[in-house]
């Protein structure tokens, strides 16, 4: 066993209390008993989606007395009833007396084929090995199972099956989803047509000989078709009359016809556009979407939207785009994220390496207590003693995640044939961040991150805070609170009014106007906490697209609402739109001016003394250049390590886990992510810190309604 990543050696590990290795030890056993649960497709135990048992009779199958079958069985409609009889012989019995259609061993075989993939598999899907041999029965693996389980859900639930998968790599991710395909094709229903779309024309020569030589080991009686004689009890031999089980659909190589099942195959390259165009399909298998390469006039999401637009949105049809990752800002890290997130139809799954069967090392109980006592010992190092071993602080989040320790000796043992985490990441992802490969360096410490997750919570209220008018001075007559479900602003507490002044603090990220800009963000802290020597709050954000003047006068009614809280406006978005005009007469470089002129809190920026003694006129907002950022940021930097602050909003803290300093030294984003709760967060952490005083408690409290209607006007300022 190498466990190299930590350069002290036995002699020299800290006392670890006893309790604390045995808990781990005994954890472990857990998860190793949780994994090596059997998983019989025959009898059902381990197969994935909702089971019963249920007794059979030798009579009827050579299995095991009692089976785990699906629940649908339970409600099919030619064979449910079964299922209201302790087993098949009592239904029988019964079926005799009432002159019932009775159920034969080969009745119960096909009502399973039908709703049970698993055993489907396991019985009559016959796929080539890897290594060489003959043909064997599939038999799902862990993660495959896992990948059944989600796509059974959907089917069984009638919502059409629609899943982004981002693998690891050899677990037979592609091979589960082509004969879950072959399986709705060839049991749920006739006329289902399927296309499969690899990245390059040798993939789908595989994928074509596989589905080859499925379809014919499949037995003949099962495709229910009138063309081949069901072979006797006995025989050997078939009728010399077997037709042809795959035909050509007109001259081309591509697409074949099931006769007996009414429906189509159709195969293409996404290095041939052409040959990936939709039709009347069912269900589309993607393969390998994030390595599909631009061609002439084709994008890889021009071919999926060629691909897919004819697929109806109902039950019995399945999209699944699947890939292992291939960088950042691609069309499948775009699409992954929106899955990911819920902005998709589609369901984001992902499989860790730690969760395939092959990926761990036997270990013995005094390997096993070694690294237990390791990994405790080690679980706050934050280095690395050199480029081919990773922080203890990694392995232990490792076991966090879930991994065992011998997954977790396999991992150390893997890591030291690469020299940079990356490579290792790329091949073995942990998680679907660190699946995408990235070449700068994160600057938030992904620990410290993760641990700020507690405090997130769902909104108090969602809706949005408005005046007499959308912009100008009415905007700020008549302030209240609207609860509506679409509304941009969440709200975690809701403003009070007692007289605290410095208390609240706005701060804007300025976007755009389009869907496909980059998102404008106004965030309120709340600074009370301050006064007790803790740190400040997130206690509202509004996030959303529009006009930027119609922005800035939003922000100044949410300021307003939050007892005048200081209005901090990021300004280089408005300083570099001279050329668009935002309210009519007027170019976007006076909004803050106009702003200021009925809204006093406003946020100026201290200028250089020549300027101040030349009687220069008074700059609103924040300015981020290359002498803020980097102290703004180093300060964001801190506040998470040390956690300064309390963060609710989860998004922020994906946004933290997605930002990197890149090798030119600037920060920035991943491609198709975001930075911009980010900013409203390093800013409004600078300012509160060294620019605000601790908020002040009044003398005598200053109470005002707090009913979420409140009526403030513009007079209030006094």
Known sequence: MNTSYSDKTESQVTDIPAADIEALLAENQLRLKAEAVTFDPLTG????????????????????????????????????????????????????????????????????????????????????????????????????????????????????IRLLLLKARQWGGSTCIQLYMAWLQLTQ????????????????????????????????????????????????????????????????????????????????????????????????????????????????????????????????????????????????????????????????????????????????????????????????????????????????????????????????????????????????????????????????????????????????????????????????????????????????VMPEYNGVRHRYLVVVDIGGRSAKADWSVIAVFDRLPLAEGHGPEIVAQWRGHCDIDLLAWKSAQIALWYDEALLVIESNTLETHDSERWVEGDQSGFILNQIRSCYANLYARSGRPEDIREGAPVRYGFHTNVNTKPMIISGLVRAIRERLYVERCEACLDEYLTYERRPNGSYGALPSTHDDMLMTRAIGLHISRHEMPIPEMPVTPVRRRNDGHNHVTAAFFG
């Open 45 to 160: 135990i381990g197969a994935p989606g909702e089971r019963f048992d249920w007794t059979l009779r030798q009579e009827l199958s050579d299995l095991p007395v009692t089976c785990r079958l699906p629940v649908s069985m339970r409600s099919d409609t030619e064979w449910g009833c079964l299922f209201a009889y302790p087993d098949v012989a009592t239904y029988n019995a019964t079926a005799e007396n009432d002159n019932k259609r009775i159920c034969s061993a080969d009745d119960f075989n096909r009502l399973r084929l039908r709703h049970d993939f698993a055993y489907w598999a396991g019985t009559v899907a016959m796929i080539k090995p890897k290594g060489g041999g003959a043909d064997i029965p599939f038999k799902l693996n862990r993660p495959q199972r896992l990948l059944v389980e989600r796509l059974e859900a959907m089917r069984t639930a009638e919502q059409p």
């Open 189 to 492: 229903a006739v006329g289902l047509n399927s296309l499969i779309i690899a990245h390059q024309s040798a993939a789908t020569d595989e994928i074509r000989d596989m589905f080859d030589r499925m379809i014919e080991a499949y037995p003949g009686e099962l495709l229910e078709s009138g063309q081949e004689k069901t072979v006797c009890k006995g025989s050997t031999k078939r009728s010399a009359r077997v037709p042809r089980r795959l035909t050509a659909v007109g001259r081309s190589r591509s697409a074949v016809r099931l006769e007996a099942r009414d429906c189509k195959i159709k195969v293409g390259t996404a290095e041939r556009p052409d040959s990936c165009r939709g039709g009347d399909y069912n269900l589309v298998h993607l393969s390998e979407v994030g390595i599909w390469k631009k061609t002439l006039g084709k994008k890889p999401e021009d071919i999926v939207r060629s691909a897919c637009s004819g697929v109806l949105f109902r039950p019995l049809t399945m999209i699944v785009l699947e890939s292992t990752a291939n960088g950042t800002g691609n069309f499948f890290h775009r699409e992954y994220l929106a899955a990911a997130s819920g902005r998709s139809q589609f369901e984001a799954l992902f499989v860790s390496w730690y969760q395939i069967e092959q990926y761990a090392l036997p270990l013995t109980e005094a390997e096993e207590r070694a690294l237990a006592e390791k990994l405790l010992e080690l679980r706050s190092q934050d280095y690395a003693p050199d480029s081919r071993t990773q922080p203890g602080r990694y392995l232990w989040w490792l076991w966090q995640r879930g991994a065992t320790l011998q997954a977790i000796s396999w991992y150390i043992t893997e890591r030291s044939k690469y020299s940079d985490h990356a490579q290792m990441a790329a091949e073995y992802p942990t998680d679907d961040v660190e699946a995408f490969v990235h070449s700068g360096a994160r600057v938030f410490d992904r620990y410290k991150v993760e641990a700020m997750r507690t405090d997130c919570r769902v909104p108090l209220a969602v809706g949005e805070v408005d005046g007499a008018a959308s912009w100008g001075a009415k905007a700020l007559d008549d302030i209240h609170f609207t609860a509506t479900p679409t509304g941009a602003l969440h709200v975690w």
